[in-house]
T-cell receptor, first 114, second 109 residues
Framework: DVKVTQSSRYLVKRTGEKVFLECVQDMDHENMFWYRQDPGLGLRLIYFSYDVKMKEKGDIPEGYSVSREKKERFSLILESASTNQTSMYLC?????????????FGEGSRLTVL | GQNIDQPTEMTATEGAIVQINCTYQTSGFNGLFWYQQHAGEAPTFLSYNVLDGLEEKGRFSSFLSRSKGYSYLLLKELQMKDSASYLCAVIDSNYQLIWGAGTKLIIKP
């Protein structure tokens, strides 16, 4: 059974803390993505990666960074968390660089920043 | 700008049929997805349309009209487990995915 696993389902952090969200996929996919999902808004792309050590900014990269040291792992980093980063974070992977293939999502990490 | 419109919420009765519409204005078009997302869970793939017409997959069908910038997801013989959000997403000319805000479908007995 194919799987995308996110390290934490629920996190509570304080303003200014550094936050790591980890994502691992077992499908040998080239492409990995980080989205945030907020009520009333569509999924918004933060960063994506088409290969190891490669990253591209999405629509809302400000306040975030990413790391892809291994093919199966894509990490999202909030250097200094702020309350407006309270959200659901979804990791996804796909085999197709043109986005015409199915995206496989993790179960999400719900982050609350106090 | 690029825009995907879906109704925010719909209600239907168990056993009935419901149609969830999606209209889009994007810079180019390279395909349209529908995903299902149960509360607190990951979105899961339902369908992909790139040519005009109807694609049927069991109780679910998805229709596309590229000239009208329009798609719908048709759910037949509704079951309580179909209560979920349904997300429409379009691939634009740069092969970027543009997502709608989703339609929350409530099924009543």
């Amino acid at each position: 059974d194919v799987k995308v696993t996110q390290s934490s389902r629920y996190l509570v952090k304080r303003t200014g803390e550094k936050v790591f969200l980890e994502c691992v996929q077992d499908m040998d996919h080239e492409n990995m993505f980080w989205y945030r999902q907020d009520p009333g808004l569509g999924l918004r792309l933060i960063y994506f990666s088409y290969d190891v050590k490669m990253k591209e900014k999405g629509d809302i990269p400000e306040g975030y960074s990413v790391s892809r040291e291994k093919k199966e792992r894509f990490s999202l980093i909030l250097e200094s968390a702020s309350t407006n980063q309270t959200s659901m974070y979804l990791c996804a992977s796909s085999y197709n660089a043109e986005n015409t293939g199915e995206l496989f999502f993790g179960e999400g990490s719900r982050l609350t920043v106090l | 700008g690029q825009n995907i419109d879906q109704p925010t919420e719909m209600t239907a009765t168990e056993g009935a049929i419901v149609q969830i519409n999606c209209t889009y204005q994007t810079s180019g078009f390279n395909g349209l997805f529908w995903y299902q997302q149960h509360a607190g869970e990951a979105p899961t793939f339902l369908s992909y349309n790139v040519l005009d017409g109807l694609e049927e997959k069991g109780r679910f069908s998805s229709f596309l009209s590229r000239s009208k910038g329009y798609s719908y997801l048709l759910l037949k013989e509704l079951q309580m487990k179909d209560s979920a959000s349904y997300l429409c997403a379009v691939i634009d000319s740069n092969y970027q995915l543009i997502w709608g805000a989703g339609t929350k479908l409530i099924i009543k007995p």
